[in-house]
């Protein structure tokens, strides 16, 4: 009986050790509640400083044209929108008045010719005689006096002759610059006057092509500090490179450089111009078209750049990244950052170098918690 009681025991005891190893097992630890989060480590690297900033399209030059001389258009001798040459004929006005002062102002200029003729004949005629004496100095004065004032009537006379020659030559109006020609205001018919308000038509050079963009004065006023402090550098000798994208998103396939920045701030906007001027040889880019110009403004040789899937923004719109610390507690970091290139944020102040930013499982996780970092590879930049 005793023996029986003491197996008993025995038995008792070993299911207990059993059971407490069971519960042992199944009992988690401290290290088994954390969550894996993918983290990269940011590193300082040398990356193009460039922004985006929306535009429009601008012609390169533009004409109106206009009469500079009354009268009726008899002609109009051009296509419209078509190209044209500078310098080649548009309009044909009735040239008839203008002739007809010509040819007046011509016989104008032959009779003070004919006159100054006789004048400079019978002046040397008394020169010669003036030796002898048989000509009164009085008579040499007048003669002398009256060549003076044919010689002056000649030249009134072809300068009559002239400007009726310009007038005459203003009947055919031409071509200004070369380029692509609007529709025509007015018709055959037409009374049109010297300098009236109303253009005739309009040309404009489209190759090259302007394209006009805005920027905040603040970011012109941040990114000459960052330059200044030597943060940034220059992009280079020939200043700031400017690639485009039109209105559907689709790349423009020449590159552009920056034209001329504005001196003066938008008093309603804040804003500064910036012009820039592209190749258009073949026409795709035309007046007035929506685009955005991306500009290559420096090159910073020590970046902090964390991914945009590690960025979150609260609702006033401040940028913030969780880091995992020494100790791998997350925390909730403010940051202030600047737009890059491949889907990348610089930092400007709020993370330090050698620091895990998560890029993965940002939603299981929550500033305190202790997380098992796990590295992912950053991805591979699209260009440079």
Not at 189 to 210: C, E, F, W
Not at 325 to 332: F, I, K, Q, S, Y
Not at 350 to 374: F, H, S, T, Y
Request: glycine share 8%.
């Amino acid at each position: 009986m005793t023996t029986l009681r003491a197996t008993r025991l025995a038995l008792l005891a070993i299911a207990a050790v059993a059971c407490t190893a069971c519960g042992a097992a199944g009992q988690p630890n401290g290290a088994g509640q954390a969550t894996e989060v993918g983290v990269v480590v940011v590193q300082p690297q040398k990356t193009v400083v460039t922004t985006q900033l929306p535009g429009r399209t601008v012609a390169f030059r533009i004409a109106q044209v206009r009469p500079q001389v009354s009268g009726i258009i008899q002609r109009r001798l051009f296509t419209e929108g078509a190209l044209v040459e500078a310098g080649q004929p548009l309009y044909q006005l009735d040239p008839a008045p203008y002739q007809a002062a010509f040819d007046s102002a011509q016989a104008q200029v032959a009779s003070a010719d004919a006159n100054a003729l006789t004048l400079r004949l019978k002046f040397e005629r008394y020169q010669k005689l003036s030796a002898s004496g048989d000509v009164s100095q009085q008579d040499r004065d007048d003669i002398t006096a009256s060549l003076h004032q044919a010689e002056a009537q000649q030249a009134v006379a072809r300068a009559a002759l002239e400007a009726a020659r310009i007038n005459l030559g203003y009947t055919r109006i031409v071509a200004p610059i070369s380029g692509r020609i609007a529709t025509s205001a007015f018709t055959e018919g037409a009374l049109v006057t010297a300098n009236q308000d109303a253009a005739l038509t309009t040309v404009q050079q489209y190759a090259p092509m302007y394209v006009d963009v805005t920027q905040p004065a603040t970011e012109v006023l941040r990114l000459r500090q960052q330059l200044k402090a030597g943060a940034l550098e220059h992009a280079g000798a020939d200043g700031a490179v400017v690639s485009l994208l039109l209105e559907d998103g689709t790349p423009y396939p020449q590159p552009g450089r920056l034209e001329f920045t504005g001196v003066t701030e938008s008093e309603s906007t804040g804003t500064i111009t910036l012009r820039a001027v592209f190749p258009n040889a073949d026409g795709t880019l035309l007046p007035g078209m929506y685009v955005r110009a991306l500009l290559t403004l420096g090159v910073a040789q020590s970046a902090l750049l964390v991914p945009q899937q590690a960025v979150s923004r609260n609702a006033r719109g401040d940028a913030s990244v969780l880091v995992v610390g020494a100790d791998n507690h997350v925390e909730l970091r403010p940051l202030q950052l600047e737009a890059s290139n491949d889907n990348r944020w610089r930092v400007v102040s709020g993370l330090n170098a050698g620091e895990r930013i998560i890029v993965q499982g940002q939603q299981k996780v929550r500033p305190g918690d202790v997380v098992r970092p796990a590295l992912v590879e950053p991805a591979a930049p699209s260009h440079g």
